[in-house]
């Protein structure tokens, strides 16, 4: 069993007055720390890859993106910035991380970074046909194609460090959890599967996909877990028998996921030759604003900024509701399923600094 979460932070004045120190630490920099930050996965990190996918979900409409540079809505299911384009920022690279299949793009932006990811993805080829978006198995051949192309362009030698000298970012998981396990598909995994079972098939299908990008070239990865799943504002509006608490059944799986996921990332780095790969994990941290909103400057975390907060995201969310929130930066959730562009930066800014600057610097 998974241990139980206490429902008050154990330690946030651990987490907060490190938080930022970033800036200084981000100002101090004036050559990149890696060559480039290459990124696989989910909504969780999709700069716009779903665009040009024919799927139902998008976010390449207002009012998503009202917060980002020049009030563009890229494709991020965010108002704002996504914790990767933090990161990127933080490492002195871009400040945003562009989309692969973004047109308005090219191999000369990608060099310093590129995003593979696609909302409504999952580990499991089966996630991703439920919305018909990019699987990963998809995402790892685009990545083959960005290798060609960067060596085209930059020439083998300059091709290989950036490759392997780059950081990788890696997130997904809970649209395997809560797309495609609990939502009872019928054929789905939960006729085939318990959900321990199905957290070990998830673990191996993770592994298989760090093996295969090692066997390509790359070294230096970062595992992010899955988030407090019970706590997104969409599981809470239909947890009547919980009085819209948490589901706290889906923080538990989530707990015992990324426990797996961090045993998995320890056995990888002994057997792979030169990984160097960590887990940067916001479970606690994430659970902390959701539970304690206010000692972070927010206001709500039950509901979600756009629309009535409860149910809506991809077309639901969109310019036609009078009730979406005047200033998402109160709000610790964006839409019924995703970060606000506030909740990303406290997020990205904490992994950075207690993580990723360590470890990759
Ligand atoms: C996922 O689909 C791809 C393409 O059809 C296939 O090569 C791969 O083996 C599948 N993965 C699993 C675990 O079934």
């Known amino acids: 069993m998974a241990r139980m979460q206490s429902p008050f932070p154990s330690r946030p004045s651990l987490l907060l007055p490190r938080l930022f120190l970033l800036s200084s630490v981000a100002a101090a920099v004036c050559e990149a720390i890696v060559p480039a930050i290459i990124v696989f996965g989910d909504s969780s990190v999709d700069t716009g890859n779903n665009n ?3 799927t139902v979900l998008k976010s390449n409409f207002h009012p998503y993106g009202r917060d980002f540079i020049g009030g563009r809505a890229t494709g991020r299911f965010c108002n704002g910035r996504l914790p990767l384009d933090f990161m990127s920022e933080a490492f002195g690279l871009k400040p945003t991380i562009p989309a692969y299949l973004d047109p308005m793009y090219n191999i000369e932006d990608f060099a310093t970074g590129v995003c593979f990811a696609s909302a409504g993805t999952g580990y499991d080829n089966a996630t991703a046909k439920v919305l018909n978006v990019i699987p990963l198995w998809k995402e790892v051949e685009y990545y083959k ?3 060609q192309k960067l060596r085209a362009y930059v020439g083998d030698d300059r091709a290989n460090f950036i490759l392997s000298e780059a950081l990788y970012l890696v997130s997904l998981g809970t649209n395997d959890f809560l797309e495609n396990y609990y939502s009872n598909q019928p054929g789905g995994r939960k006729t ?25 070239g790359v070294r230096k990865v970062s595992m992010t877990g899955v988030p407090p799943m019970g706590c997104l504002p969409l599981q809470r509006t239909t947890n009547f028998e919980g009085h819209h608490g948490c589901v706290e059944e889906y923080n538990n799986v989530a707990l015992e996921f990324n426990g797996k996921l961090r045993r998995a990332v320890a056995r990888l780095n002994r057997w792979l030759p030169g990984l160097q790969m960590v887990m940067s994990d916001p479970y606690e941290l994430f659970l902390q604003m959701i539970m304690t909103p206010g000692y972070f400057g927010f206001d709500v975390a039950q509901r979600a900024c756009c629309a009535t907060g409860m149910y ?17 930066s109160k709000f610790v959730f964006w839409d019924a399923f995703h970060p606000s562009e506030k909740t990303n930066q406290i997020m990205a800014e904490y992994l950075t600094q207690a993580i990723l600057l360590p470890t990759f610097s």
């Open 145 to 147: 194609e960005y290798q």
């Open 52 to 54: 040009a996918v024919s």
């Open 192 to 216: 085939q599967f318990t959900v321990r079972q199905f957290e070990d098939f998830l673990i191996d299908l993770a592994i298989d996909f760090i093996t295969t990008l090692h066997s390509l």
């Open 312 to 328: 809506e995201m991809s077309y639901l969310c969109n310019q036609h509701s009078p009730f979406t929130c005047p200033d998402a």
